[in-house]
């Protein structure tokens, strides 16, 4: 079975017939037309939606429940993204701008291109660095091959580091040895002990590189209750329960547009997808397949979905869907919540 073609218009007029039925006070009632919806996406496993700290809808549709860890993809980049901010309040390296290759050793090519010691966090953060982009078609060979960090440092550059946004899970990866080394850790430790462990959720080992450093980028395994306190800490500027977990300024820094993304009208940031629906400000991270964690800080909003990772997600098929059934279903009840 497809998944059903829905646009904003067919999930406004969901949401219309809704309003006109009487409705209780409750959010859960008021995003009841969502969890409708999203049960008859055949690619989507889960929903969460949480308002104000109360938690509206909590649904899995199908695939594992929802305290079970699930592979999000490339939201770990998000989550490494954060795992820089800490290292930098914790003063692990001493800016975003400062280069990355001290923190690599020896991996550097002796007689690689000189571009490759301009490189900082900022262009691995902002998918700038100029590298050769692995991701997509180019991705599963670069995974086959014996080096995963000299390779993509070998192969050749094809832009100057700040010019132009390439997005690379390789750079991601760069990025979160270099943090691990800075920690004199590895990444699975440092994400458990500085993110897990304040958010209270376990983060299994996932996949390493052949010369052992967890892959940055891809393939960390959250739940999705751990996905939407992730999101809540973010909401809250960085800290939950009282707990401070990333700097707020991080957070500030993660959400400014640095590159237009691949989709029109969405920027990147940190890590994070930005978007604009209707003058509302949309953040979220994104994996493939459609795991997903939406932030909207003016309507004190935190929507997760996680999906089947062993099918695409397209603007054109279930991540246009998703997208829409944010901004045709889980705002406009958001702001009536």
Excluded at 40 to 67: E, K, M, Y
Excluded at 212 to 223: A, I, Q
């Amino acid at each position: 079975m497809k998944d059903p073609v829905f646009s904003r218009r067919d999930a406004l007029a969901t949401l219309s017939a809704a309003i006109l039925a009487p409705r209780a006070a409750r959010a859960d009632s008021a995003f009841a037309p969502a969890a409708t919806l999203a049960r008859g996406l055949d690619q989507l496993h889960a929903l969460l939606i949480s308002q104000d700290g109360a938690l509206a809808v909590a649904q899995t549709f199908r695939g594992p429940d929802l305290d079970t860890p699930v592979n999000v993809k490339s939201v770990s980049k998000t989550l490494v993204s954060a795992l820089c901010g800490i290292a930098l309040e914790r003063g692990e390296i001493p800016s975003v701008d400062a280069p990355v290759a001290p923190y690599l050793g020896r991996v550097i090519p002796r007689r690689g291109d000189d571009r490759l010691r301009q490189i900082s966090f900022r262009h691995l953060l902002t998918m700038q660095s100029g590298l050769t982009p692995f991701a997509g078609s180019t991705y599963g060979g670069w995974v086959a091959g014996d080096h995963w960090i000299y390779d993509a440092l070998s192969a050749p550059m094809v832009a100057d580091p700040g010019t132009e946004r390439l997005y690379s899970t390789a750079n991601t990866h760069i990025l979160g040895t270099a943090l691990a080394n800075a920690a004199d850790t590895d990444l699975h430790r440092l994400a458990q002990e500085r993110l897990g462990d304040p958010l209270g959720l376990a983060l299994p080992p996932w996949t390493r590189d052949p010369q052992g450093n967890y892959l940055g980028g891809n393939d960390m395994r959250v739940s999705p209750r751990g996905m939407l306190r992730f999101g809540q800490a973010y909401l809250h500027g960085g800290q939950l329960d009282g707990t401070r977990i990333v700097p707020k300024t991080w957070v500030d820094a993660s959400w400014r547009p640095t590159a237009p993304a691949d989709i029109p009208g969405h920027a990147y940031g940190y890590g994070w997808f930005l978007w604009t629906v209707d003058g509302v400000q949309v953040r979220y991270a994104r994996g493939y397949g459609g795991q997903m964690i939406y932030v909207v800080p003016d309507r004190r909003l935190v929507v997760v979905m996680t999906s089947d990772i062993s099918r695409p997600a397209t603007m054109a098929g279930h991540l246009g869907r998703l997208h829409a059934l944010v901004e045709g279903v889980i705002l406009p009840a958001s702001d009536r919540a």
